[in-house]
Every structure is written in C-alpha cells, then in structure tokens.
C-alpha cells in the first residue's frame, strides 16, 4: 500500500489525469458493451427465452455467451460500410461521433468514488475534479448535446424514415429536457449548491436521507425524462420499427451503426451515473460512515449497473407510446410535476429548514 | 348502427401511470427469475443440437425398411408402394431368392434395389398405408439433410440401416440368403 502511495505521489498529476480518463472511458465504455448482451439476454429471460449463449472462446469457452459481444464487434467491423447516394456524406460520417463522444462526455463531472488523501495532496475520483465551476450543469448541457447525434443521423442519410425518427425524437428530448432540468433544479435548491460531489456529502450514508426519500416526485420526474433523453423504450422515438423502419439509423450499417448503438448504451449508462448521484447518494455506502475508496467504487459501480439494469427491465415491460402520449405526458404531466416539487420544496425551505 | 364502445374505467391509482408500471415489472421480474433458476433441461426452448424434440406418435419421418430377425428384408417388392407413392420417388428393382427355412414358399421375391430420393419425398405416408407386408414404416428421426443431392438419394442399404442404431440392432449390408438366378431353378 505504501508502495501504491508513493508510486501515486510521484505521478505527476497530468499522468493521473490521464489514467482517470482512460479507467472512466474504457469503463463506461465496457459497461455499454457488455450492456448489449445484458439488454439481450435480459429480455429474454424476461420472455421465457434463454438469449444468445452460444458465441464461444475458440469455439470452446462459452462464457454464458459473454463471447457474443466479441462476436458482434468482429461481425460489424468487417461489414461493409456503404453509403447512400444522396446522403449528406461529410454529416454521415459525423454523425455516429456526434452520437458517441456527448453520450460519454456526461460522465466526466460524476464522481465514482470517494476523494482521498495522500501525501497532503487530495485526490478526486472523477475526471474533472470538484470546483470546477460546472458541476451537474456540464452533464445537463451535454445532455443536450446529445439531440444533435441523432438530429444529424437522421438529417445526412437523406431518408424519409429517418427524418420522421429523428424530428420525433428530438422534439421529444428538447420537451423532456425542460422538465429534468426543474427536477435537478430543486436538488441544487435544497443542497445549496450544484456540484455533484456536494449533492453527494449532502446526501449522507443513511440511505433515509438520500435524495430519493427527500424528493420522491422529483425522482419520478427526472427518471421518466432520463428514458426520453437516452431515447430508451417506451420513449424511443428515434426508432420504432412498428412505424419508421429502424428510424434514425435506417442508413447505417457496419461499424457506423454499432457506433451508434454503443451510443445509445453509454447514454444509459451515464443517464443512470446521473441517477446513481443525484438521487441514492452516488458513492456513498449504505450504513457505512467513512467508506474505504475501494468500497465507495464498488458501491457506485453496484448503483449504476442496477440502474442501468433498470433501463433494460423497464424496455421489456412497458410499451411504445404513441407520439401524442408522449408529447401530453412531457408538457402536460412532467413539467407541472417538477414544477410543483421545485415551488413545494422552495417553501419547505422558506419555512426555516 | 353502431356499436358503442365503453372505455374501461381506470382507478386513480392506475391513472398515475407509475403504478401499473410498477406492477408490470414485479410481472417481467417474475419470468426473469424463474427462467433464470429454471435448469436448461426444463426451460421451453430446446437448445437443438444438444437436446432434440421427442416427436409425436403418428410423425411421418425418415423411412425404414424392416427387416425379419434373421436380417432378411420383409419387403416382398410388390410395388404397392411405387404405385402409390404420389412424388414418385420410389423406385423398387425386384429380384428372386429361395430360402427354405423362414419363409413359407421355395420361392420369394424382395427388392435387389430399393430406392427413395428424399429431395423428392413429400413423406406423406402413403407408401406405409399401402405396404401389405408392414415392410416400410416413417418413423420419427426429421433430421433428413446433406450436403449434395447424390448423398439424399437412399438405397436399398440405407433404408434397412436408418433406425439400426436407434433400436440396437446391427448394420446389414448383406442378404442371408442369396439371391437366385429365376432360370436356374427346375420347375
């Protein structure tokens, strides 16, 4: 360990930067991946169906189909990449980046473990550190980001279908967004500050005392936008097969389109890292005051696949709405909701707590 | 005339939405686990090349020839089942042989050739309906598949053999008696 420590203290600090990066990155990025197994086998067993299982290690190693995901990846990259005539070619090729690189820049302010100290310096546990003046207003703001991926997609393949999916869905991620954003409001409100790792000390270890209990509407609110912002069913407006062919992504194939489906997974895995923070206390662990760093890692790495586990559960039980609904829903349902919950717990605060 | 139609009157408690969504996903979360822990064995999906489907009494397989225990073939090359065969896939080349000891006559005939094509075969069962001797059944194996149309053309042999493994019995691939030239035998 001391080892470790002194190894830590002789790093210089753009070297941990990078390490942070890459152990982030590489994570999420993982995660998304073994989250499209996950979404398939999930749903199948949901189903009564057993899911892909039989993708083997040298065609021995069978893993539970893990090997599936390897599968899929060699499969899509050697794909042939075509491109419609009258696409938008220099957008076509953006668009799965403008996709990609929003859905995982989300993810830097959120803190995945405890700060520690070491050697009087302090180290933080996520990408940027605390006090860098954005907080959670850099994921919101890249969470709006995001419409342009799949605005794009839609826009440069030149294809009716996909322009239905993405004016849908964008429409339906800005309506959204206005709601989410009052629900985060009222937990900035109530911490007396924006910064994901305040929000998570104001939350404590007592898992009464997490935002969850404290503002269960808002909650509500913020996790039903958190479906339509991902573009996640029942709010996948971008897709669709029943209605628009696949949607945005029509056009796509090869390693484009994965690109985009990997953007769709890491977009869930963010959307519930913002979930895991803002509501059931980020890295804290339940009934454990002064966690070791490693648990408070693990504890928020539990938070998060359970809440990207949620995604997946909620996909297979709840069906499409229709566009109506949802445009009903958002203005009509959730924008009052977090409004009420933002003007019921500025008065609880006008009240003396 | 029209039919009016009554909307199904929902509880607040439903018209909340979170709710019934809730009690969706205790439904989904149910199956999830009880197919989780059900062993493979006892799940639904037959995992194929590894567990294979026990077919019904009645299915109309592949064919079989079948044989006396001695190993002679009980066909008698009558044609019944050429004549009847509506895929005209049956093609049946009769021969003469005597044998003394099993059956009745000094004189038999059976099949020298026996063939089907099972690309043509509609395996409609008309051949074992019309057998006067029980000598064809379809029997239950469906895995009836090749990689060139010469190996789906099944003689004589392969008729007698298909079920041999199944039912534990040996492969033939030779009469027990042999057969006899018709004009050789003295009237």
Request: glycine residues 8%; positive net charge.
């Amino acid at each position: 360990m001391d080892k470790l420590a002194s190894l830590l203290h002789t790093t210089p600090a753009i070297a941990w930067m990078v390490l942070k990066v890459v152990i982030v990155f590489a994570g999420v990025m993982s995660l998304a991946a073994i989250f499209t197994w996950v979404e398939r086998r999930g749903s199948a067993m949901i189903q009564d169906r057993i899911g892909p299982n039989r993708a083997a290690l040298f065609g021995k190693i069978r893993i539970i189909g893990l090997a599936q995901i390897l599968a899929d990846g060699i499969k899509m990259f050697f794909k042939e990449d075509l491109i419609p005539t009258a696409a938008n070619r220099g957008l076509f090729f953006l668009a799965p980046f403008l996709a990609f690189v929003p859905a995982l820049l989300g993810f830097a302010v959120i803190p995945f473990g405890k700060s520690f100290v070491s050697g009087g310096t302090t180290y933080h546990l996520s990408v940027l550190d605390p006090g860098n003046g954005m907080g959670m207003l850099y994921p919101l703001a890249i969470g709006g980001m995001a419409v342009y991926g799949v605005l794009v997609a839609a826009w440069s393949s030149n294809n009716k279908w996909s322009i239905l999916g993405g004016m849908r869905s964008s429409a339906a991620m800005v309506s959204y967004e206005i709601g989410m954003s009052l629900a985060v409001v009222s937990i900035f409100m109530t911490t007396g500050g924006y910064d994901p790792s305040e929000i998570i000390r104001a939350q404590g270890h007592q898992p009464w005392t997490w935002n969850i209990v404290r503002q269960p509407l808002g909650f509500i609110v913020f996790f039903t936008c958190m479906f339509a912002e991902t573009n996640r069913l029942p709010f996948d407006f971008a897709e669709g097969e029943s209605e628009i062919v696949a949607g945005f992504n029509t056009e796509f194939g090869s390693m484009k389109y994965s690109l985009l489906a990997l953007a769709e997974y890491s977009h869930m895995m963010t959307a519930s890292a913002l979930i895991a923070t803002l509501y059931f206390g980020g890295w804290q662990v339940p009934f454990v005051k002064d966690p070791s760093v490693l648990l408070s890692v693990a504890c928020f790495v539990a938070k998060l696949v359970f809440f990207a586990w949620v995604f997946v559960w909620i996909r297979w039980t709840v069906p499409r709405f229709r566009y109506d609904q949802l445009m009903n829903l958002g203005w009509k349902r959730m924008l009052p909701l977090s409004m009420v919950n933002l003007v019921f717990h500025a008065w609880r605060m006008s009240q003396g707590h | 005339m029209g039919v009016v139609v009554k909307k199904a009157e929902l509880s607040w408690l439903d018209r909340t939405y979170v709710w019934p969504v809730m009690k969706g996903m205790a439904i989904t979360f149910e199956h999830f686990i009880k197919q989780l822990f059900t062993p493979t064995s006892k799940r639904y999906t037959i995992q194929y090349p590894e567990m294979k489907k026990e077919m019904p009494d009645g299915y109309r397989g592949l064919h079989e020839l079948k044989r006396f225990e001695d190993g002679a073939i009980k066909c008698v090359a009558c044609f019944m089942c050429q004549e009847a065969c509506p895929a005209r896939c049956i093609s049946i080349e009769a021969e003469e042989f005597s044998d003394l000891n099993i059956t009745q006559g000094f004189e038999e005939k059976r099949p020298a050739q026996f063939k089907i094509d099972m690309l043509r075969c509609i395996y409609c069962g008309m051949c074992e309906e019309a057998c006067p001797k029980d000598a064809i059944w379809l029997r239950k194996d469906y895995e009836v598949a090749a990689y060139d149309r010469l190996s789906m053309q099944y003689g004589k042999w392969d008729l007698m053999n298909t079920y041999a493994e199944i039912d534990g019995k040996d492969r033939i691939s030779q009469d027990p008696t042999p057969t006899v030239p018709r004009r050789t035998i003295v009237m």
